[in-house]
């Protein structure tokens, strides 16, 4: 289903040390560092495999995920997703997968979510039973009977997460990419999102990657587990193993089992 | 096609969603065409002999040039899309199996012309009904008429085609103001916003009429008041031709370089 191998980007970075003078000088000579996102990531993931993607910040989930949907060209490596090259035939890929940006919205700010939805349909050219059957079941599951209507900017985070996921599965895309999606949430609001998840993966057989930095996200949803650092894949695996790489003690929170693993790591 | 016009349909509902300011916008436009067909008159009575058109040809062309403002306004830019470029959240527009070009083209006609349609009312119901010099004159004949309309789509379409080499521009410029500022300046002056190009020192006018500012608002007013006609007129609206093919040529250009080196800052 996902295939990556070799995987690299790196992007460039403006440096300077703080203070006018630097800043003056900056102007004529800057100094750039180059920042390996990625320096070398391969795995495959079959269908309606369920797999968080975790790491520490800047380790380049992110990046993996903008690469894998098509937005961002990689400096090397390959990447087939139902043997489409994402970068290569974007139109004709992101037909086939929804992605959800916790921290960015796909909803109009100013009309209704309803109208959002409606201009989904048109540009993924969803048929009429189709829609209207996914419409009922993702109102139905999450809960947004009383959101349609409003105004997305006057929604709540919680409730605007709902409706982001929604709209990302409205065209039963076989493959799901959620970049922190409950990122933000109450706690009510987040198991409302895993539940959710879990139920559409169980029926629908989608393949769900997701990237988190809550641990409980990815111990309630991913039988699997790809931990990468510095652009590196370093584990991947069952939440088992990674206890079984920090020594098998793994008596207290997860949160702190991971801890030490990217300790251990140096990441 | 259809994709693209649901983005036009959701954006002129947007512009209906606040219904003070599409009001405001019904009666600015009048009343700034009566201020400057005021300023014009005391210019023409201190010395007549030195305009290059007649009074009645110059307050037709404001209450045109008001009328159809919001169709070859400056700074008529759909400012979401520059801070979605800025933000990052054009990451979700780059999943979407559309052309971005065509999805910022519908977005930022559907915007003018829903605009353009609320404003150019009154100007239309009042003004040709005002006393004879002051007033809107009629066109200077039927052939002239649809020339001058088929020259306005051009021209509104040189216009939107324009402002997207604007919008793919901030791919590369990270900061936005600069170039929209020039932008603007540049076409409020040299598509005859300020002062109708005719009014412009000779050797000046006839450079000014062969940029592509010219094939915007300049080209269908004149053609209306039958200031051009005859043999000019066919260059003209070859030249509108011209400069529509060009300048989405350009931006198609701008617009493939942009995917490839689009950089998604954060998160």
């Known amino acids: 289903m996902i295939e990556v191998s070799h995987l690299q980007k790196s992007f460039r970075v403006a440096r300077r040390n703080a203070g006018f ?66 970068w290569k035939e974007r139109k004709e890929h992101v037909k086939h997968i929804g992605v959800v940006f916790g921290q960015r919205s796909q909803l109009w700010w100013d009309v209704p979510v309803i109208d959002s939805f409606e201009l989904l349909r048109e540009i ?19 809960e947004l009977s009383q959101l349609l209507r409003t105004p997305t900017r006057q929604l709540s985070l919680g409730q605007r997460m709902r409706c982001e996921i929604a709209a990302s599965l409205l065209h039963s895309p076989k493959v799901l990419f959620l970049d922190e999606p409950t990122i933000g949430l109450d706690a009510v609001s987040k198991l409302a999102v895993r539940e959710f998840i879990k139920e559409l993966n169980r029926e629908e057989k989608t393949t769900v990657i997701l990237t988190t930095h809550d641990m409980q996200d990815i111990e309630a949803l991913a039988s699997r587990v790809i931990l990468i650092g510095k652009g590196r894949l370093l584990l991947d695996g069952t939440l088992e193993d990674i206890s079984a790489a920090v020594g098998g003690e793994n008596s207290g929170q997860i949160d702190e089992t991971l801890a030490q693993l990217y300790k251990q790591y140096d990441i | ?26 009666s600015t436009q009048f009343v700034w065409g009566a201020l400057l067909i005021l ?20 307050a037709t062309y404001v209450w045109l040039q008001q009328a159809l403002l919001a169709l070859f306004q400056p700074w008529g830019f759909e400012n979401d899309i520059f801070e979605s470029v800025q933000s990052g959240t054009v990451a979700y527009e780059l999943c979407r199996p559309v052309s971005v070009y065509g999805m910022w083209f519908s977005r930022t006609a559907a915007r003018r012309i829903s605009s353009v349609l609320l404003r150019c009312i009154p100007i ?79 050797g000046v006018r006839q450079v000014v009429e ?46 493939r370089c942009a995917m490839k080196r689009t950089v998604l800052l954060g998160g």
């Not at chain 2, 300023?39 to 110059?58: D, G, K, L, N, V």
């Open chain 1, 124 to 142: 993924y050219s969803i048929e009429d039973s189709l829609y209207q059957k996914n419409l009922s079941r993702l109102t139905e599951l999450l």
């Open chain 2, 1 to 26: 096609m259809k994709k693209y016009f649901s983005f036009f349909r959701l954006r002129f509902v947007t512009s209906l969603q606040y219904r003070i300011a599409a009001l405001a916008g019904l």
């Open chain 2, 210 to 255: 062969l940029l592509p500012f010219a094939s915007m608002l300049n080209a269908p007013l004149r053609i209306y008041s039958g200031d051009i006609s005859g043999a000019f007129l066919y260059r003209v609206v070859a030249l509108q031709l011209f400069w529509l093919l060009a300048l989405v040529l350009v931006g198609k250009l701008m617009e």
């Open chain 2, 39 to 58: 300023a014009y008159r005391a210019f023409y009575q201190a010395e007549p002999e030195a305009f290059p058109m007649s009074f009645q040809a110059t």
């Open chain 1, 21 to 86: 003078s630097q800043a003056v000088k900056a102007l004529f000579h800057r100094e750039y560092e180059e920042i390996h996102a990625l320096s070398d990531v391969s795995f495959s993931i079959g269908e309606g495999e369920m797999v968080g993607y975790i790491g520490p910040n800047g380790a380049g989930k992110s990046s993996t995920i903008k690469i894998l949907s098509g937005i961002l060209t990689p400096d090397g490596g390959e990447c087939r997703i139902d043997g489409r090259v994402p």
């Open chain 2, 124 to 202: 239309f119901l009042i003004a040709p009904f005002l006393p004879a010099p002051y007033g809107l004159a009629g066109p200077a004949g039927a052939p002239a008429f649809f020339w001058a309309l088929f020259s306005l789509v051009l021209g509104s379409l040189v216009a939107v085609a324009f402002v997207q080499i604007v919008y793919f521009s901030t791919f590369f410029t990270i900061a936005t103001e600069g170039v929209r500022a020039l932008s603007a300046s540049l076409v409020e002056f040299l598509q005859g916003a300020v002062i109708p190009i005719p009014f412009l020192p000779d």
